[in-house]
């Protein structure tokens, strides 16, 4: 499928379907866009509607297993964090034999 082409719209009953086959699987949203042949950005949104709706009707939709995602950022942060705590401990015991 082009950008320039619009996927055929998914209706609420097909989207819940895939929706358990995929909960049912232990899929994420991801493996559910997979499914649909849509984006994982589309599928939010239409989960998000169809959320809405089935509220109104006391019902909601169990939660998919979260993605995984790139710990990678975080570990650089952790790193920037820990030396500069070394840097204010160096500092404070300098200041302590001062």
Known sequence: MTDTQKAAPISA??????????????????????????SVEQVRAKRNSISA???????????????????????????IVGDYLSTLMGESDSHEQG
């Open 53 to 79: 709706q089935l509220k109104s009707r006391g019902q909601s939709l169990p939660s998919l297993k979260r993605m995984e995602r790139d710990s990678s950022a975080y570990d650089e942060a952790a790193s």
């Open 13 to 38: 009953t097909d989207f819940v379907k895939a929706y358990v086959t995929t909960h049912q699987s232990g899929g994420t949203i991801a493996d559910l866009a997979t499914a649909l042949n849509r």
